[in-house]
């Protein structure tokens, strides 16, 4: 079964507009952790913003915040003032306190931003 | 930050061959390293999870002998893809995790392309 869904098309952006991007998730595990990554063409994935299951407040990074909505299973990412450089593949990722560590990525989310 | 390097950064070989590509830790000791493999605008697949000093645990639909993995020493582990074929070709990267929290991140290496020929 999917654990981490992304279903939104590619995506354009405007310069220095704000974009979300969604991301829903299935677990039985009271205990888990969220995360994003972004994807350059380049290949490398790069850590973004990460919340806890039990974290009280949304998690922020910069330009980066997430919205969590724990009981619709949701934790989308809110990209601010996007620039140029912010086009790439975002992948959202569960770790449940079950699962010895390993990440499960959803299919991931295309951003281009435009000028 | 913690830095993972991944070598190479790219490897054409040919059908037949093996191809090692290692995964370290450069600034931090990684009990668990994970090797993903990523298909073209896919997301990335869980192939396996390395243990330093154990033996690997591999996903389901993974080949263990085709695959293998060894993670002798707690800043590298390798990934040998044993016979590639044509259809091996995929990008690799690995993983790994320090010994910190559950909410440190898992810092990524820059992956290795392979095209087999």
């Known amino acids: 079964a999917q654990k981490i869904t992304q279903t939104q098309p590619g995506m354009f952006v405007q310069e220095k507009e704000a974009v979300t991007l969604d991301c829903t998730y299935d677990?039985?595990?009271?205990?888990?952790?969220l995360f994003w990554y972004k994807q350059p063409s380049s290949g490398e994935m790069i850590f973004l913003i990460y919340?806890?299951?039990?974290?009280?407040q949304n998690a922020t990074e910069g330009r980066y915040s997430l919205n969590f909505q724990k009981a619709r299973k949701s934790a989308n990412l809110v990209i601010s003032a996007s620039q140029l450089g912010d086009s790439a593949m975002y992948f959202c990722?569960?770790?449940?306190?079950?699962?010895?560590?390993?990440?499960?990525f959803g299919k991931g989310n295309q951003v281009v931003v435009i000028p | 930050g913690a830095v993972v390097s991944q070598h190479p950064s790219w490897v054409i070989c040919k059908s037949g061959t093996s191809v090692k590509i290692e995964c370290r830790s450069l600034?931090?000791?990684?009990?668990?390293m994970f090797w993903y493999r990523q298909f073209p605008k896919q997301s990335l697949m869980l192939m396996a999870t390395?243990?330093?000093?154990?033996?690997?645990?591999?996903e389901q639909g993974v080949e263990k002998d085709k695959f293998l993995i060894n993670h002798a020493s707690l800043t590298l582990s390798t990934l040998t893809v044993t016979s590639a074929h044509p259809e091996d070709s995929s990008f690799y990267i690995c993983s790994a995790k320090g010994m910190t929290g559950g909410r440190s991140p898992l810092h990524f290496g820059n992956g290795t392309r392979l095209t087999v020929t």
């Open positions: 600034d931090f000791q990684a009990t668990t």
């Open positions: 390395s243990n330093e000093g154990s033996k690997a645990t591999y």
């Open positions: 990722a569960m770790r449940e306190s079950s699962g010895n560590n390993r990440l499960a």
């Open positions: 919340q806890g299951s039990y974290d009280q």
């Open positions: 677990t039985s595990d009271p205990s888990y952790g």
